[in-house]
């Protein structure tokens, strides 16, 4: 299970002074940083990806095909929990969702076990706003293996810390759902991360408990965390940057596939207010906007941000590295609507 981390507001409020300190204080008296092992946290990590191979074993030999179905829809759902709801609702407002929408989202976040809902968008917001530097909780600048899971088992960085203590997070103070399954989340993670997906295909197709518990928790939770894992490292490191060539978020297919539509990422750093974190017009690698389309059709989710065709065409001819390209990112897709591209020409 990865670390809860301590960031709840009475040490923020600790903390905001020693920020102010420490800003003060000149290189020379600053102590250098040297990160140390969490070794309960990096067991966790080990214990969770042995299991995760030993469920792949169990999945050509003797699991149900049934129980690999559930296993990879268990990964998919709750992945929505992650993309839809602790990323684009909740760590960067890029929509409102009616209350029951934000609960069905809270309750695919925590099948997927990734902590509770405030310290992941906490996380978040400090990444985003401090993206590549000593500030930054997953820094990509320290190598990809630091980058995709190094930092959940090692001494954040005391920049991390103070930034942390910095960031505003009173909207999700105010939040009931994101409040109460921050208080309840350890009696949550084992009923809803662990019992609830092993006991499905143990009660209702007779599966064996040792192959739903490895491919249902196991199998499933190593999955979710690496396509996780791989949007702070694939996506920062390998691809191309069409709209900022000056940061290091790129775009990239394959996280885009697998994380449900996260691996826009050059384009989602540049405006990460964009509910689709995407430029693209097709839900055929971006699933969690159809997602949330789907869910604005029935009034449960309302005030998609989203940036203009002309705003992002000046930004990626303005900063891109020249691989931009309408056809290819966008526009002249061949699902746009003729009226869309008429429009765009007519400016």
């Known amino acids: 299970m990865p670390p809860l981390l301590k960031a709840d507001k009475k040490e923020c409020d600790v903390l ?10 000149s290189p020379e008296q600053k102590v ?19 299991g995760a191979f030993y469920g792949l074993f169990l999945v050509f030999t003797s699991a149900q095909w049934a ?3 559930w296993t990879f829809f268990m990964i998919y759902s709750s992945g929505l929990g992650i993309t839809a709801g602790a990323h684009r609702l909740w760590s960067h407002k890029s929509y409102k969702a009616k209350w029951p929408l934000r609960l069905l989202l809270a309750f ?23 993206s590549e530097t000593d500030a930054d909780p997953h820094d990509a600048r320290r190598g990809f ?3 995709h899971v190094g930092w959940l088992f090692l001494t954040p960085h005391p920049e991390v810390v103070i930034k942390r203590a910095a960031v505003d997070m009173s909207d999700l103070d105010r939040d009931p759902i994101v409040v109460w399954q921050r208080r309840l989340y350890i009696p949550l993670f084992a009923l809803l991360c662990v019992a609830l997906p092993v006991w499905v295909p143990y009660y ?20 979710t965390l ?15 940057k069409p709209y900022d060539k000056n940061i290091m978020p790129t775009e990239s297919i394959g996280v885009a596939i697998g994380a449900l539509g996260e691996g826009w990422h050059n384009y989602h750093h540049v405006f990460p207010w964009d509910y689709k974190t995407s430029e693209f017009g097709s839900y055929k690698m971006n699933l969690t906007t159809g997602f949330i389309d789907l869910c604005a059709r029935y009034k449960l989710a309302t005030e998609r941000k989203s940036a203009s065709k002309e705003m992002v065409k000046r930004r990626a001819l303005r900063t891109g590295d020249g691989s931009w390209h309408p056809g ?20």
Do not use: C
């Not at 695919?108 to 401090?130: E, M, P």
């Open 204 to 223: 209702f197709w007779n599966e064996t408990l040792v192959n739903s518990y490895f491919l249902a928790f196991h199998v499933r939770f190593a999955t």
């Open 16 to 25: 905001r002074p020693l920020s102010e300190e420490i800003k003060e204080l």
């Open 67 to 69: 129980t690999t179905l």
């Open 32 to 50: 250098p940083y040297v990160s140390r092992i969490r070794w309960p946290d990096l067991f966790a990590q080990i214990f969770i990806h042995a």
């Open 328 to 347: 290819l990112w966008g526009y002249g897709d061949t699902d746009q609507p003729q009226e869309e591209i008429d429009e765009i020409e007519e400016k």
């Open 108 to 130: 695919l976040f925590t099948i997927s076990g990734q902590r509770h809902i405030y310290v992941w968008a906490l996380d978040h917001r400090v990444h985003h706003k401090y």
């Open 145 to 147: 293996w630091f980058s």
């Open 226 to 240: 690496n396509i996780a894992y791989s949007v702070n490292s694939f996506a920062h490191m390998y691809g191309n």
